[in-house]
């Protein structure tokens, strides 16, 4: 019973790296650009959920309200202002830009918070817990995993089903025959970024409540995401979802055997499933 | 009334020039069909007309106004709409969606819409759920006839509608030309193969080396002046 138990927390564990994730699959997925500041822009995001905890005194989820505007603000001003003029037939300016950024940022919040570990207090919750037959799982892992299906659910729908989702698709395929459409591609890219700094700010909040934070975990939490994508199939968020869970469940599989194994089982999995499938489980039809 | 014209307009790829001052106009309702070889500059100045090629403000006036420094999103905006060469479908869009984003940057009412073009081509009504990659080439080439006057244009540019297809289904094609026309959109068609084109045209023009060389309605040119314009007066 306890391997159910541990591959259950490992799926549940897998909707918050999906939460990590569906951002950056997203952006990957329209613009070809990886984010490598995506790790620390969720940190950011927690940070700004902090604040308005701590300082206005708001209880977490009105925060969330308030900083996911806000973060679409960032993410807009620095597609349209910063990473657009990045964007070319040469891969590495936008990945040297955003590995810039994500130093600027760790230093930002180091000398904005100082390294001190923080966490977003949310009362008993935090600890409570329900009976799923023989085992018992946390109810913040369970929202988070159900954040996670109704913030993919939610990027299915955008980009299958409205407007703004077709020209995300046209901009990716041919960004020239689309500007004929009457797209303007910045301003689509632009669009395309806030989305994901919302689903970071959804992210943070998850990241904040379950474990400790300081300014300098970033990269790792883009590591996972990344992975992620990787194994979900470029462009799929049901796949990123899917990565998301099978690193998750690597992960608490790895570390239940034994705790220095958690993080590199991970790892692992996702070097195996790149053996086996090198464009991911579900790669979108057309790259 | 003249919807659209040139002055003196020239195109460069970066030191190579494409377009040697081009002056050409097209009247609200009028077919113009531009003629030529293969490198004759036909397909540089549409792009130059739609606003993929940036020109000199006072090179290209449209409705009265000199748009020639517009990008084509805002071209697209003021009812210039293409049908570019090679169909360019978006193979990430079923045949729908490829025909519902061709609204995006202009929605205006009028005569054209998802239901009148399954009425211009019912076998896209049959095919609308399908990957536009699906489609063969001359069905392709509907919807992008299709996506282009989804935006109801007021000036559709056609490049090279029937290269690849087999002249039965360029019949097919050029068959639902009369129907645009009717509703009085303004054409210009831009071809190789000129028995099609001069059918439809109410104005003929031949291009050469980026210089129009020859210009008329498709009556009082004839054959040989045509093919002195299209390859050079001693080919």
């Given at each position: 019973?306890?391997?159910?138990?541990t591959?259950?927390?490992?799926?549940l564990?897998?909707?918050?790296?999906?939460?990590?994730?569906?951002?950056?699959?997203l952006?990957f997925?329209?613009?070809?650009?990886v984010?490598?500041?995506?790790?620390?822009?969720?940190?950011?995001?927690a940070?700004?959920i902090?604040?308005?905890?701590t300082?206005?005194?708001l209880h977490?989820?009105?925060?969330?309200?308030?900083?996911?505007?806000?973060?679409?603000?960032?993410?807009?001003?620095?597609?349209?202002?910063?990473l657009?003029?990045?964007?070319?037939?040469?891969i590495?300016?936008?990945?040297l830009?955003?590995?810039?950024?994500?130093?600027?940022?760790?230093?930002?919040?180091?000398?904005?918070?100082?390294?001190?570990?923080q966490?977003i207090p949310?009362?008993?919750?935090?600890?409570?817990?329900?009976?799923?037959?023989?085992i018992?799982?946390g109810?913040?892992?369970?929202?988070?995993f159900?954040?996670?299906?109704?913030?993919?659910?939610?990027?299915?729908?955008?980009?299958y089903?409205?407007?703004?989702?077709?020209?995300?698709?046209?901009?990716s395929?041919?960004?020239?025959?689309?500007?004929?459409?009457?797209?303007?591609?910045?301003?689509?890219?632009?669009m395309?970024?806030?989305?994901?700094?919302?689903?970071?700010?959804i992210a943070?909040i998850?990241?904040g409540v379950?474990?400790?934070?300081?300014?300098?975990i970033?990269?790792?939490?883009?590591?996972?995401?990344?992975?992620?994508?990787?194994i979900?199939?470029?462009?799929?968020?049901?796949?990123?979802?899917?990565?998301?869970?099978?690193?998750?469940?690597?992960?608490t599989?790895?570390?239940?055997?034994?705790?220095?194994?958690?993080i590199?089982?991970?790892?692992?999995?996702?070097?195996?499933?790149?053996?086996?499938?090198?464009?991911?489980?579900?790669?979108?039809?057309?790259? | 009334?003249?919807?659209?014209?040139?002055?003196?307009?020239?195109?460069?790829?970066?030191?190579?020039?494409?377009?040697?001052g081009v002056?050409?106009?097209?009247?609200?309702?009028?077919t113009l069909?531009?003629?030529?070889?293969?490198?004759?500059?036909?397909?540089?100045?549409?792009?130059?007309?739609s606003?993929?090629?940036?020109s000199?403000?006072?090179?290209?006036?449209?409705?009265?106004?000199?748009?020639?420094a517009?990008?084509?999103?805002?071209?697209?905006?003021?009812g210039?709409?293409?049908?570019?060469?090679?169909?360019?479908?978006?193979p990430?869009?079923?045949?729908?969606?490829?025909l519902?984003?061709?609204t995006?940057?202009?929605?205006?009412?009028?005569?054209?819409n998802?239901?009148?073009?399954?009425a211009?081509?019912?076998?896209?009504?049959?095919?609308?759920?399908?990957?536009?990659t699906?489609?063969?080439?001359?069905?392709?080439?509907?919807?992008?006839?299709?996506?282009a006057?989804m935006s109801?244009?007021?000036?559709?540019?056609?490049?090279?509608?029937?290269?690849?297809l087999?002249?039965?289904?360029?019949?097919?094609i050029?068959?639902?030309?009369?129907?645009i026309k009717?509703?009085?959109?303004?054409?210009?068609?831009?071809?190789?193969d000129?028995?099609?084109?001069?059918?439809v045209?109410?104005r003929?023009?031949?291009?050469m080396?980026?210089?129009?060389?020859l210009?008329g309605?498709?009556d009082s040119?004839?054959?040989?002046?045509?093919?002195?314009?299209?390859?050079?007066?001693h080919?």
């Amino acid at each position: 019973m306890i391997w159910v138990d541990t591959i259950v927390q490992g799926v549940l564990l897998g909707g918050l790296y999906a939460l990590f994730a569906a951002g950056l699959s997203l952006v990957f997925g329209i613009m070809r650009l990886v984010n490598l500041a995506h790790g620390d822009l969720i940190i950011l995001a927690a940070y700004l959920i902090l604040v308005c905890v701590t300082v206005l005194g708001l209880h977490p989820l009105l925060a969330v309200l308030i900083a996911a505007p806000v973060m679409f603000a960032v993410g807009w001003g620095l597609q349209r202002f910063v990473l657009t003029r990045t964007l070319g037939d040469d891969i590495l300016p936008p990945l040297l830009v955003t590995f810039g950024l994500s130093i600027v940022i760790q230093n930002a919040l180091l000398e904005g918070f100082s390294a001190d570990s923080q966490r977003i207090p949310l009362g008993s919750v935090e600890t409570a817990s329900v009976a799923l037959g023989p085992i018992s799982v946390g109810v913040i892992p369970l929202l988070t995993f159900a954040s996670a299906i109704v913030v993919i659910l939610a990027l299915n729908h955008l980009f299958y089903r409205t407007a703004l989702g077709r020209a995300f698709r046209a901009v990716s395929d041919d960004a020239t025959t689309a500007q004929l459409m009457g797209i303007r591609p910045a301003s689509i890219f632009a669009m395309a970024t806030g989305i994901a700094m919302v689903v970071v700010t959804i992210a943070a909040i998850y990241l904040g409540v379950r474990a400790n934070f300081d300014p300098t975990i970033g990269p790792a939490r883009l590591i996972y995401a990344f992975e992620a994508v990787i194994i979900g199939g470029l462009g799929s968020f049901w796949g990123t979802l899917a990565g998301g869970i099978i690193i998750g469940v690597a992960q608490t599989l790895g570390g239940a055997i034994n705790p220095e194994w958690q993080i590199l089982s991970g790892h692992l999995a996702f070097l195996l499933v790149l053996l086996v499938r090198p464009r991911g489980l579900f790669p979108r039809a057309f790259d | 009334m003249t919807l659209l014209s040139t002055h003196g307009l020239t195109a460069f790829y970066g030191s190579f020039q494409a377009l040697f001052g081009v002056d050409l106009r097209i009247d609200a309702g009028e077919t113009l069909a531009i003629i030529g070889a293969n490198g004759a500059g036909k397909s540089t100045l549409m792009r130059a007309l739609s606003g993929i090629l940036a020109s000199s403000p006072d090179m290209i006036f449209y409705d009265g106004a000199s748009v020639g420094a517009l990008t084509a999103p805002e071209m697209m905006a003021k009812g210039i709409a293409m049908v570019p060469e090679g169909r360019k479908l978006f193979p990430s869009l079923n045949v729908e969606e490829n025909l519902q984003i061709g609204t995006y940057g202009r929605k205006t009412t009028g005569p054209w819409n998802l239901s009148a073009i399954y009425a211009l081509f019912p076998i896209l009504h049959e095919r609308r759920l399908q990957a536009s990659t699906s489609l063969s080439g001359g069905q392709q080439q509907m919807v992008a006839i299709g996506r282009a006057l989804m935006s109801n244009p007021r000036l559709l540019l056609c490049d090279e509608i029937s290269l690849g297809l087999a002249p039965v289904v360029i019949k097919d094609i050029y068959a639902s030309l009369p129907a645009i026309k009717e509703t009085g959109t303004s054409v210009i068609v831009v071809e190789q193969d000129i028995t099609q084109s001069l059918r439809v045209a109410n104005r003929v023009i031949c291009m050469m080396e980026g210089r129009i060389t020859l210009q008329g309605t498709p009556d009082s040119l004839t054959r040989s002046a045509i093919h002195n314009a299209y390859f050079g007066a001693h080919a």
